[in-house]
């Protein structure tokens, strides 16, 4: 580093380690050695006090460990990393990803719209006309960050064969479809 201290970097797996945070003294991880380490890391137990960190996968496995309360303590104390710590909590949850984007795309549109009526953007042209001819204005601005649609269902055992309006309503589905069974890294039936 800059001022003469080494650089000491520490690799371990979720499943090895156990987090105590604190808002007094930040965080300390106790890292158990690894049956198959690295050379030159992960041959002993230690206690790491880190002040960085570089998460390469969700804190999820493919056998139903999830380490999610690890990396909420690793939030708890503010660690910095490379990927916020926020971002890989979300990226766990893809819903909370689409709302973002779905925030962004709005806000687009919105200043979209107002450089449009300022005079000072042109929009792209327009996207295809609709079965009877006619483009929903708000398309045009949805036009400049398209997202594709998605569903969330909170309860996957849901009564889909309900008729009540809603359902109806989201019935209607365009094919192709793509249905992802399984975690965000480990992609068990996709159709």
Not at 74 to 80: D, I, K, N, Q
Not at 167 to 189: M, N, Q, W, Y
Request: hydrophobic share 35%.
């Amino acid at each position: 580093m800059a001022n003469g201290e080494p650089l000491i970097v520490e690799q371990t797996r979720w499943k090895h380690i156990t987090i105590e945070s604190c808002s007094e003294n930040g965080l300390f991880l106790h890292c158990k050695k690894d049956d198959d380490p690295f050379p030159n890391s992960m041959r002993t137990d230690r206690v790491v006090r880190p002040d960085f960190a570089l998460i390469r996968n969700f804190p999820t496995d493919l056998h139903d460990n999830d380490f999610k309360s690890k990396l909420i303590g690793m939030m708890f104390c503010g660690l910095p990393a490379v990927n916020t710590l926020q971002s890989v909590f979300m990226g766990m949850h893809r819903p909370l990803v689409y709302a973002e984007l779905l925030k962004l795309q709005k806000r687009l549109q919105a200043e979209g719209k107002k450089a449009l009526e300022a005079g000072v953007w042109t929009p792209p042209p327009p996207p295809p006309a609709t079965s009877d001819g006619q483009v929903n204005p708000t398309e045009l601005y949805k036009y400049d960050f398209p997202l594709i649609p998605m569903r969330y269902y909170a309860n996957t055992h849901s009564d889909l064969t309900a008729q009540d309006g809603i359902r109806s309503e989201l019935r209607a589905i365009d094919f192709p479809v793509v249905v992802k069974i399984g975690t965000a890294h480990g992609i068990c039936a996709t159709t």
